[in-house]
Protein backbone atom coordinates (compact mmCIF):
# COMPACT_ATOMS: atom_id res chain seq x y z
CA UNK A 1 0.00 0.00 0.00
CA UNK A 2 1.41 3.34 -1.00
CA UNK A 3 0.77 6.12 1.96
CA UNK A 4 1.64 9.40 1.51
CA UNK A 5 2.02 11.66 4.64
CA UNK A 6 1.12 15.20 2.56
CA UNK A 7 -1.50 16.67 0.70
CA UNK A 8 0.98 18.71 -1.86
CA UNK A 9 0.99 16.43 -4.59
CA UNK A 10 4.26 15.66 -6.85
CA UNK A 11 4.38 15.68 -10.66
CA UNK A 12 7.44 14.30 -12.54
CA UNK A 13 8.42 14.05 -15.79
CA UNK A 14 9.58 11.02 -17.55
CA UNK A 15 12.23 10.53 -20.27
CA UNK A 16 15.40 8.72 -20.90
CA UNK A 17 16.18 8.62 -17.51
CA UNK A 18 13.47 7.33 -16.13
CA UNK A 19 11.17 4.75 -19.01
CA UNK A 20 11.84 1.07 -17.80
CA UNK A 21 8.96 -0.24 -15.50
CA UNK A 22 10.92 -0.20 -12.37
CA UNK A 23 12.59 3.15 -12.47
CA UNK A 24 8.88 4.46 -12.94
CA UNK A 25 7.50 2.33 -10.21
CA UNK A 26 10.26 3.45 -7.87
CA UNK A 27 9.45 7.09 -8.85
CA UNK A 28 6.14 6.48 -8.10
CA UNK A 29 6.68 4.58 -4.51
CA UNK A 30 9.44 7.23 -3.47
CA UNK A 31 6.48 10.20 -3.91
CA UNK A 32 5.53 10.89 -7.91
CA UNK A 33 1.95 11.06 -7.56
CA UNK A 34 1.14 12.18 -11.39
CA UNK A 35 3.52 11.69 -14.59
CA UNK A 36 4.38 14.15 -17.25
CA UNK A 37 5.01 13.01 -20.92
CA UNK A 38 6.93 15.43 -22.40
CA UNK A 39 5.97 16.09 -26.03
CA UNK A 40 8.93 18.27 -27.18
CA UNK A 41 10.70 14.82 -26.98
CA UNK A 42 10.46 10.71 -27.82
CA UNK A 43 8.46 9.73 -29.61
CA UNK A 44 4.49 8.78 -30.23
CA UNK A 45 5.82 4.81 -29.14
CA UNK A 46 7.79 6.20 -26.25
CA UNK A 47 4.93 7.84 -24.70
CA UNK A 48 2.47 5.27 -25.48
CA UNK A 49 4.72 2.39 -23.67
CA UNK A 50 5.53 4.80 -21.39
CA UNK A 51 1.46 5.28 -20.28
CA UNK A 52 1.07 1.46 -20.35
CA UNK A 53 3.68 0.83 -17.75
CA UNK A 54 1.54 3.40 -15.59
CA UNK A 55 -1.54 2.29 -16.06
CA UNK A 56 -0.06 -1.33 -15.08
CA UNK A 57 1.19 -0.24 -11.79
CA UNK A 58 -2.72 1.50 -11.04
CA UNK A 59 -3.89 -2.07 -11.03
CA UNK A 60 -0.85 -3.26 -9.30
CA UNK A 61 -1.13 -0.56 -6.43
CA UNK A 62 -4.86 0.41 -7.06
CA UNK A 63 -4.42 3.63 -7.35
CA UNK A 64 -5.72 5.71 -9.71
CA UNK A 65 -2.31 8.01 -11.11
CA UNK A 66 -3.05 11.23 -13.50
CA UNK A 67 -0.96 11.55 -16.64
CA UNK A 68 -0.59 14.85 -18.48
CA UNK A 69 0.69 14.75 -22.02
CA UNK A 70 2.50 18.62 -22.18
CA UNK A 71 2.34 19.64 -25.70
CA UNK A 72 5.95 21.16 -27.13
CA UNK A 73 3.79 24.49 -28.18
CA UNK A 74 5.74 27.26 -31.34
CA UNK A 75 9.68 27.22 -30.66
CA UNK A 76 11.62 30.61 -31.91
CA UNK A 77 14.79 30.17 -32.28
CA UNK A 78 17.96 31.48 -34.75
CA UNK A 79 19.04 29.62 -37.51
CA UNK A 80 23.11 28.00 -37.85
CA UNK A 81 26.31 29.92 -38.00
CA UNK A 82 29.30 28.85 -40.48
CA UNK A 83 31.38 28.36 -37.62
CA UNK A 84 28.50 26.48 -35.51
CA UNK A 85 28.82 29.96 -32.80
CA UNK A 86 30.01 33.38 -32.77
CA UNK A 87 31.41 35.44 -29.86
CA UNK A 88 29.41 39.02 -29.31
CA UNK A 89 30.14 41.62 -26.58
CA UNK A 90 28.41 44.72 -25.59
CA UNK A 91 27.66 47.09 -29.00
CA UNK A 92 28.34 44.39 -31.68
CA UNK A 93 25.49 45.08 -33.93
CA UNK A 94 23.88 41.98 -35.96
CA UNK A 95 21.14 41.62 -38.39
CA UNK A 96 18.81 38.80 -38.52
CA UNK A 97 17.02 38.29 -42.24
CA UNK A 98 14.98 35.30 -43.73
CA UNK A 99 18.16 34.34 -45.84
CA UNK A 100 18.51 30.42 -45.14
CA UNK A 101 22.47 30.26 -45.30
CA UNK A 102 24.63 29.67 -42.53
CA UNK A 103 25.44 33.21 -40.46
CA UNK A 104 28.39 34.89 -39.11
CA UNK A 105 29.20 37.57 -36.78
CA UNK A 106 27.50 40.29 -38.85
CA UNK A 107 23.96 38.62 -39.42
CA UNK A 108 21.95 35.07 -38.79
CA UNK A 109 18.61 33.52 -40.20
CA UNK A 110 15.73 34.69 -37.96
CA UNK A 111 13.47 31.65 -39.87
CA UNK A 112 10.13 33.40 -38.19
CA UNK A 113 8.47 36.77 -40.78
CA UNK A 114 6.04 36.98 -38.29
CA UNK A 115 8.09 37.49 -35.71
CA UNK A 116 9.64 40.21 -38.04
CA UNK A 117 6.86 41.61 -38.93
CA UNK A 118 5.84 42.23 -35.40
CA UNK A 119 8.65 43.79 -33.53
CA UNK A 120 9.61 47.52 -34.14
CA UNK A 121 12.70 49.48 -33.08
CA UNK A 122 13.13 49.73 -29.59
CA UNK A 123 11.57 45.97 -29.14
CA UNK A 124 14.04 43.53 -27.41
CA UNK A 125 15.18 40.11 -28.45
CA UNK A 126 16.39 37.28 -25.62
CA UNK A 127 18.25 34.38 -26.38
CA UNK A 128 19.15 31.86 -25.02
CA UNK A 129 17.18 31.77 -21.71
CA UNK A 130 18.02 35.86 -21.50
CA UNK A 131 22.13 35.20 -21.89
CA UNK A 132 22.07 37.05 -24.91
CA UNK A 133 20.05 40.74 -25.01
CA UNK A 134 19.51 42.67 -28.10
CA UNK A 135 17.44 45.65 -28.90
CA UNK A 136 16.14 46.14 -32.21
CA UNK A 137 17.65 49.36 -34.06
CA UNK A 138 16.68 48.90 -37.15
CA UNK A 139 13.46 47.71 -39.04
CA UNK A 140 13.14 46.09 -42.73
CA UNK A 141 10.55 44.76 -45.14
CA UNK A 142 12.14 41.19 -44.46
CA UNK A 143 14.87 41.43 -41.86
CA UNK A 144 15.88 43.52 -38.25
CA UNK A 145 18.88 45.22 -37.03
CA UNK A 146 19.88 44.92 -33.24
CA UNK A 147 22.80 45.81 -30.74
CA UNK A 148 24.36 43.47 -28.33
CA UNK A 149 22.96 45.01 -24.76
CA UNK A 150 24.13 41.98 -22.84
CA UNK A 151 25.88 38.36 -23.51
CA UNK A 152 29.32 36.91 -24.60
CA UNK A 153 28.17 34.24 -27.39
CA UNK A 154 25.53 32.83 -29.95
CA UNK A 155 24.91 29.87 -31.20
CA UNK A 156 23.35 26.89 -33.83
CA UNK A 157 19.23 26.47 -33.10
CA UNK A 158 19.13 29.36 -29.51
CA UNK A 159 15.71 29.53 -28.90
CA UNK A 160 14.61 33.42 -28.54
CA UNK A 161 11.86 35.13 -26.26
CA UNK A 162 10.14 38.18 -27.23
CA UNK A 163 8.90 40.20 -24.47
CA UNK A 164 5.91 42.72 -24.28
CA UNK A 165 4.78 41.53 -27.23
CA UNK A 166 1.93 39.42 -28.52
CA UNK A 167 3.03 37.58 -31.45
CA UNK A 168 0.53 36.56 -34.01
CA UNK A 169 1.57 32.72 -33.44
CA UNK A 170 -0.86 30.09 -32.82
CA UNK A 171 -0.29 27.86 -29.68
CA UNK A 172 -1.17 25.49 -31.50
CA UNK A 173 1.57 23.97 -33.78
CA UNK A 174 0.68 21.03 -36.67
CA UNK A 175 3.13 18.78 -34.60
CA UNK A 176 0.89 19.70 -31.57
CA UNK A 177 -2.14 19.48 -33.25
CA UNK A 178 -1.10 15.68 -33.99
CA UNK A 179 0.29 15.40 -31.05
CA UNK A 180 -2.43 16.41 -29.42
CA UNK A 181 -4.49 13.28 -30.97
CA UNK A 182 -2.24 11.04 -30.42
CA UNK A 183 -2.35 11.89 -26.31
CA UNK A 184 -5.68 11.60 -26.67
CA UNK A 185 -6.11 8.46 -27.60
CA UNK A 186 -3.63 7.03 -25.90
CA UNK A 187 -6.10 8.23 -22.94
CA UNK A 188 -3.97 10.87 -21.37
CA UNK A 189 -6.29 12.80 -18.06
CA UNK A 190 -4.66 15.92 -18.96
CA UNK A 191 -3.40 18.02 -21.27
CA UNK A 192 -0.98 21.04 -20.77
CA UNK A 193 -0.85 23.51 -23.49
CA UNK A 194 2.33 25.88 -24.07
CA UNK A 195 2.61 29.30 -25.37
CA UNK A 196 -0.67 30.51 -24.56
CA UNK A 197 -0.99 34.57 -24.96
CA UNK A 198 -4.61 34.88 -25.09
CA UNK A 199 -8.11 33.15 -23.96
CA UNK A 200 -8.51 32.36 -28.06
CA UNK A 201 -5.62 30.31 -27.54
CA UNK A 202 -7.47 28.17 -24.58
CA UNK A 203 -10.36 28.29 -26.39
CA UNK A 204 -8.71 26.53 -29.60
CA UNK A 205 -7.37 24.13 -27.23
CA UNK A 206 -10.56 23.16 -25.77
CA UNK A 207 -12.94 22.60 -28.86
CA UNK A 208 -9.96 20.01 -30.12
CA UNK A 209 -9.83 18.47 -26.87
CA UNK A 210 -14.03 18.15 -26.77
CA UNK A 211 -13.78 17.08 -23.08
CA UNK A 212 -11.38 13.90 -23.73
CA UNK A 213 -9.12 15.16 -21.43
CA UNK A 214 -8.56 18.22 -19.05
CA UNK A 215 -6.80 21.59 -20.11
CA UNK A 216 -3.84 22.53 -18.32
CA UNK A 217 -2.86 26.38 -19.26
CA UNK A 218 1.04 26.89 -19.03
CA UNK A 219 1.77 30.53 -17.72
CA UNK A 220 5.02 31.04 -19.49
CA UNK A 221 4.09 34.29 -21.43
CA UNK A 222 3.61 37.86 -19.75
CA UNK A 223 0.54 38.79 -22.42
CA UNK A 224 -1.53 35.64 -20.52
CA UNK A 225 -0.61 37.10 -17.00
CA UNK A 226 -2.31 40.22 -18.83
CA UNK A 227 -5.41 38.19 -19.66
CA UNK A 228 -5.26 35.75 -16.94
CA UNK A 229 -8.82 36.25 -15.59
CA UNK A 230 -10.17 35.43 -18.86
CA UNK A 231 -7.74 32.50 -19.38
CA UNK A 232 -8.68 30.88 -16.36
CA UNK A 233 -11.88 30.86 -16.55
CA UNK A 234 -11.38 29.10 -20.02
CA UNK A 235 -9.04 26.53 -18.23
CA UNK A 236 -9.46 23.45 -16.40
CA UNK A 237 -5.82 23.70 -14.56
CA UNK A 238 -2.76 25.88 -14.56
CA UNK A 239 0.98 25.81 -14.10
CA UNK A 240 3.20 27.94 -13.86
CA UNK A 241 5.93 27.51 -16.33
CA UNK A 242 8.64 30.22 -14.84
CA UNK A 243 11.18 29.52 -16.67
CA UNK A 244 10.36 31.37 -20.32
CA UNK A 245 8.44 33.26 -17.99
CA UNK A 246 11.11 34.35 -15.90
CA UNK A 247 13.26 35.03 -19.09
CA UNK A 248 10.59 37.55 -19.91
CA UNK A 249 9.45 39.49 -17.21
CA UNK A 250 11.97 40.84 -14.62
CA UNK A 251 13.30 38.55 -12.19
CA UNK A 252 12.30 40.67 -8.98
CA UNK A 253 8.49 40.08 -10.26
CA UNK A 254 8.73 36.40 -10.35
CA UNK A 255 7.92 35.65 -6.92
CA UNK A 256 5.14 38.17 -6.75
CA UNK A 257 3.31 37.00 -10.06
CA UNK A 258 3.93 33.33 -8.41
CA UNK A 259 1.97 34.44 -5.33
CA UNK A 260 -0.98 36.17 -7.32
CA UNK A 261 -1.33 33.31 -9.71
CA UNK A 262 -1.51 31.02 -6.81
CA UNK A 263 -4.32 32.45 -5.10
CA UNK A 264 -6.28 33.09 -8.33
CA UNK A 265 -6.93 29.66 -8.94
CA UNK A 266 -6.71 28.76 -5.87
CA UNK A 267 -9.53 30.78 -5.16
CA UNK A 268 -11.11 29.58 -8.85
CA UNK A 269 -11.33 26.08 -7.01
CA UNK A 270 -8.73 24.91 -9.81
CA UNK A 271 -5.70 22.76 -9.70
CA UNK A 272 -2.12 25.06 -9.56
CA UNK A 273 1.22 23.28 -10.45
CA UNK A 274 4.29 25.18 -9.82
CA UNK A 275 7.32 24.26 -12.14
CA UNK A 276 10.53 24.97 -13.80
CA UNK A 277 14.37 24.98 -12.39
CA UNK A 278 12.48 23.58 -8.93
CA UNK A 279 15.56 21.23 -8.38
CA UNK A 280 17.15 21.72 -11.03
CA UNK A 281 21.18 21.17 -9.67
CA UNK A 282 19.79 17.62 -8.90
CA UNK A 283 20.29 16.82 -12.92
CA UNK A 284 24.23 16.44 -11.72
CA UNK A 285 24.17 16.61 -8.04
CA UNK A 286 22.82 14.06 -5.33
CA UNK A 287 21.56 16.92 -3.32
CA UNK A 288 19.93 20.33 -4.02
CA UNK A 289 21.25 23.91 -3.18
CA UNK A 290 19.76 25.51 0.13
CA UNK A 291 17.91 28.02 -2.85
CA UNK A 292 16.37 25.57 -4.51
CA UNK A 293 14.66 23.74 -1.00
CA UNK A 294 13.37 26.69 -0.30
CA UNK A 295 11.90 27.66 -3.86
CA UNK A 296 10.21 24.32 -3.17
CA UNK A 297 8.98 25.07 0.46
CA UNK A 298 7.56 28.45 -0.64
CA UNK A 299 5.48 27.26 -3.37
CA UNK A 300 4.26 24.97 -1.06
CA UNK A 301 3.74 27.81 1.79
CA UNK A 302 2.38 29.49 -1.27
CA UNK A 303 -0.80 27.11 -1.96
CA UNK A 304 0.28 25.22 -4.51
CA UNK A 305 -1.92 21.63 -5.61
CA UNK A 306 1.53 20.64 -7.05
CA UNK A 307 5.10 21.14 -7.84
CA UNK A 308 6.73 19.90 -10.49
CA UNK A 309 10.41 18.04 -11.59
CA UNK A 310 11.39 18.34 -15.04
CA UNK A 311 14.78 17.37 -16.28
CA UNK A 312 15.08 15.78 -12.92
CA UNK A 313 13.75 13.10 -13.15
CA UNK A 314 13.60 13.14 -17.56
CA UNK A 315 17.09 13.01 -17.85
CA UNK A 316 19.00 14.14 -14.64
CA UNK A 317 21.61 11.66 -12.88
CA UNK A 318 19.74 11.54 -9.49
CA UNK A 319 15.79 11.24 -10.57
CA UNK A 320 14.98 8.30 -7.69
CA UNK A 321 17.08 11.32 -5.37
CA UNK A 322 14.86 14.39 -6.61
CA UNK A 323 11.48 13.16 -5.79
CA UNK A 324 12.56 11.77 -2.34
CA UNK A 325 13.81 15.39 -1.46
CA UNK A 326 11.45 16.89 -2.82
CA UNK A 327 8.50 15.03 -1.17
CA UNK A 328 10.30 15.55 2.53
CA UNK A 329 10.23 18.89 1.44
CA UNK A 330 6.57 19.20 0.77
CA UNK A 331 6.18 17.23 4.56
CA UNK A 332 8.42 19.48 6.57
CA UNK A 333 6.33 22.48 5.28
CA UNK A 334 3.08 20.71 5.95
CA UNK A 335 4.29 20.03 9.52
CA UNK A 336 5.41 23.43 10.07
CA UNK A 337 2.38 25.34 12.36
CA UNK A 338 3.14 28.58 10.10
CA UNK A 339 1.88 26.89 7.11
CA UNK A 340 -1.25 26.23 8.48
CA UNK A 341 -1.49 29.31 10.48
CA UNK A 342 -0.86 30.83 6.48
CA UNK A 343 -3.62 28.55 5.25
CA UNK A 344 -6.04 29.16 7.17
CA UNK A 345 -6.04 33.06 7.29
CA UNK A 346 -6.11 32.87 3.69
CA UNK A 347 -9.09 30.31 4.52
CA UNK A 348 -12.11 30.93 1.24
CA UNK A 349 -15.34 31.64 2.05
CA UNK A 350 -18.53 29.61 0.21
CA UNK A 351 -19.55 30.77 -2.86
CA UNK A 352 -23.41 31.64 -3.58
CA UNK A 353 -23.83 28.03 -4.56
CA UNK A 354 -25.59 25.29 -1.90
CA UNK A 355 -23.09 22.83 -2.90
CA UNK A 356 -19.97 24.62 -1.93
CA UNK A 357 -22.07 25.74 1.67
CA UNK A 358 -21.94 21.92 1.93
CA UNK A 359 -17.82 22.06 1.35
CA UNK A 360 -17.47 24.73 3.90
CA UNK A 361 -19.81 23.23 6.43
CA UNK A 362 -17.75 19.87 6.19
CA UNK A 363 -14.26 21.54 6.13
CA UNK A 364 -15.44 23.86 8.97
CA UNK A 365 -17.18 20.40 11.63
CA UNK A 366 -13.70 18.40 10.36
CA UNK A 367 -11.85 20.76 12.39
CA UNK A 368 -14.46 21.05 15.35
CA UNK A 369 -14.52 16.82 16.49
CA UNK A 370 -11.32 16.61 14.68
CA UNK A 371 -12.13 14.33 12.05
CA UNK A 372 -9.80 11.64 10.62
CA UNK A 373 -10.49 12.95 6.68
CA UNK A 374 -13.13 14.09 4.79
CA UNK A 375 -14.79 12.07 2.16
CA UNK A 376 -16.22 13.43 -1.01
CA UNK A 377 -18.29 11.10 -3.41
CA UNK A 378 -18.79 12.68 -6.76
CA UNK A 379 -19.43 12.13 -9.91
CA UNK A 380 -18.05 15.08 -11.99
CA UNK A 381 -14.99 15.62 -9.58
CA UNK A 382 -16.69 19.63 -8.70
CA UNK A 383 -17.12 18.31 -4.97
CA UNK A 384 -13.78 17.63 -4.11
CA UNK A 385 -12.20 20.42 -6.27
CA UNK A 386 -14.05 22.33 -3.69
CA UNK A 387 -12.85 20.52 -1.19
CA UNK A 388 -9.58 20.96 -1.87
CA UNK A 389 -9.80 24.93 -2.72
CA UNK A 390 -10.17 24.96 1.40
CA UNK A 391 -7.06 23.50 1.88
CA UNK A 392 -7.93 21.61 4.41
CA UNK A 393 -5.41 19.66 7.09
CA UNK A 394 -6.73 16.22 6.80
CA UNK A 395 -6.99 14.24 3.70
CA UNK A 396 -9.82 14.31 1.18
CA UNK A 397 -10.94 10.99 0.10
CA UNK A 398 -12.69 11.19 -3.32
CA UNK A 399 -15.18 8.18 -4.08
CA UNK A 400 -16.20 8.26 -7.76
CA UNK A 401 -17.34 5.88 -10.34
CA UNK A 402 -15.22 7.98 -12.93
CA UNK A 403 -12.05 6.62 -13.38
CA UNK A 404 -11.26 9.19 -15.69
CA UNK A 405 -12.43 11.99 -13.17
CA UNK A 406 -10.24 10.32 -10.22
CA UNK A 407 -7.31 10.31 -12.54
CA UNK A 408 -7.59 14.02 -13.17
CA UNK A 409 -7.75 14.50 -9.54
CA UNK A 410 -4.60 12.97 -8.52
CA UNK A 411 -2.78 16.61 -8.96
CA UNK A 412 -5.48 18.11 -6.22
CA UNK A 413 -4.27 19.50 -3.15
CA UNK A 414 -4.54 16.33 -0.55
CA UNK A 415 -7.09 14.25 -2.81
CA UNK A 416 -6.81 10.52 -2.17
CA UNK A 417 -9.13 8.94 -5.11
CA UNK A 418 -10.80 6.02 -5.34
CA UNK A 419 -12.22 4.56 -8.12
CA UNK A 420 -15.13 2.74 -6.69
CA UNK A 421 -18.08 0.57 -9.06
CA UNK A 422 -20.16 -1.38 -6.66
CA UNK A 423 -22.71 1.28 -5.02
CA UNK A 424 -26.00 2.08 -5.75
CA UNK A 425 -27.19 4.44 -2.84
CA UNK A 426 -26.32 6.98 -0.42
CA UNK A 427 -26.11 3.85 2.67
CA UNK A 428 -23.65 1.77 0.65
CA UNK A 429 -21.80 5.04 0.00
CA UNK A 430 -21.50 5.43 3.50
CA UNK A 431 -20.40 1.99 4.68
CA UNK A 432 -18.00 1.67 1.59
CA UNK A 433 -16.67 5.55 3.12
CA UNK A 434 -15.49 3.80 5.96
CA UNK A 435 -13.99 1.08 4.83
CA UNK A 436 -11.87 3.09 2.50
CA UNK A 437 -10.98 5.14 5.29
CA UNK A 438 -9.77 2.65 7.50
CA UNK A 439 -8.57 0.14 4.75
CA UNK A 440 -6.27 3.26 2.92
CA UNK A 441 -5.22 3.94 6.76
CA UNK A 442 -6.82 7.07 6.58
CA UNK A 443 -8.70 6.62 9.68
CA UNK A 444 -8.76 4.18 12.27
CA UNK A 445 -11.21 2.87 14.86
CA UNK A 446 -13.11 5.03 16.44
CA UNK A 447 -12.06 8.25 14.30
CA UNK A 448 -14.83 10.28 12.83
CA UNK A 449 -15.19 10.79 9.25
CA UNK A 450 -17.21 13.94 7.67
CA UNK A 451 -19.06 12.32 4.25
CA UNK A 452 -20.20 14.62 1.57
CA UNK A 453 -22.76 13.58 -0.96
CA UNK A 454 -25.86 13.99 -3.19
CA UNK A 455 -29.02 13.15 -3.36
CA UNK A 456 -30.71 11.92 -5.48
CA UNK A 457 -27.45 9.87 -5.22
CA UNK A 458 -24.99 9.80 -8.34
CA UNK A 459 -26.60 13.04 -9.59
CA UNK A 460 -23.86 15.40 -11.45
CA UNK A 461 -23.82 19.38 -9.14
CA UNK A 462 -26.25 18.10 -6.46
CA UNK A 463 -24.08 17.85 -3.26
CA UNK A 464 -26.64 18.50 -0.50
CA UNK A 465 -25.84 15.79 2.17
CA UNK A 466 -23.41 16.47 5.00
CA UNK A 467 -23.18 13.42 7.62
CA UNK A 468 -21.19 12.28 10.27
CA UNK A 469 -20.03 9.04 11.09
CA UNK A 470 -17.56 7.29 13.13
CA UNK A 471 -15.36 4.38 12.18
CA UNK A 472 -15.95 0.98 13.40
Known sequence: MIIRNRNTKILATLGPASSTQESIENLFKAGVDVFRLNFSHGTADDHKARLEIIRALEKKYDRPIGVIADLQGPKLRIGKFKE???????????RFDLDPAHGDSSRVNLPHPEVIEALDTGSHILIDDGKVRIEITEKGADYLVGKIIAGKKLSNHKGFNIPDVILPIPALTDKDKKDLVCALDMGVDWVAQSFVQKPEDVKEAQALIAGRAALMVKIEKPSAIEYFTEILALADGVMLARGDLGVEIPPENVPATQQHVIREVRASGKPIVVATQMLESMIESPTPTRAEASDV???VYDGTDAVMLSAETAAGDYPMESVTIMSRILEKVESDSLYRQ?????HLGAEPDPSDAITVAADQITQDIGAACIVNYTTSGSTALRTARHRPYIPILCLTQNLSVARRLSISYGVRSVHITDVGSFSETVEKALSIAYEKKLAKTG?????????????VGSTNVLRVEWVQ
Do not use: E, H
Open 447 to 459: DAIVLTAGVPFGK
Open 297 to 299: ANA
Open 84 to 94: DSIAVQKGDII
Open 342 to 346: QMDDR
